[in-house]
């Protein structure tokens, strides 16, 4: 099983980046797919993820109105497009895999939950 991240990169405040997760097929429509992210010195914030790599979107308050969480089953993609994007964004971003697929709640996307994570992907916000 393997999550693999793409996407990520220095941007300046306000700017745009997106960020791109493929995921086995074995676990895409079985599993609740999305997004943590870790700042320096902070824990692991779940911050958006989909049931089942499809479905209503679950996003983190910190997140709500900038971040849009979408899923291609075709590709077995999870994507992540971040727009205007403040210093507090800065972190290496995790995409995750949690099963069963209806996972994606407030509750229970949390990072001791996890059963899959990618290696991250740094993504930096300057001034």
């Known amino acids: 099983v393997q999550l693999v991240e793409s996407g990520g990169g220095l941007v300046q405040t306000g700017g745009s980046l997106r960020l791109s997760c493929d995921v086995s097929?074995?676990?895409?429509?079985?599993?609740?797919i999305g997004w943590f992210r870790q700042a320096p010195g902070k824990e692991r914030e779940g911050i958006a993820c989909l049931n089942g790599g499809d479905g209503i979107p679950y996003y983190a308050d910190s997140v709500k109105g900038r971040f849009s969480i979408t899923g291609d089953s075709a590709k077995n993609t999870v994507s992540l497009q971040m727009k205007d994007l403040k210093l507090e964004d800065t972190a290496v971003y995790y995409c995750a895999a949690d099963w069963p697929a209806n996972r994606c709640t407030s509750r229970r996307w949390v990072h001791s939950y996890i059963d899959y994570w990618g290696k991250g992907a740094l993504v930096t916000v300057s001034a």
């Open positions: 097929a074995l676990i895409y429509n079985v599993h609740a």
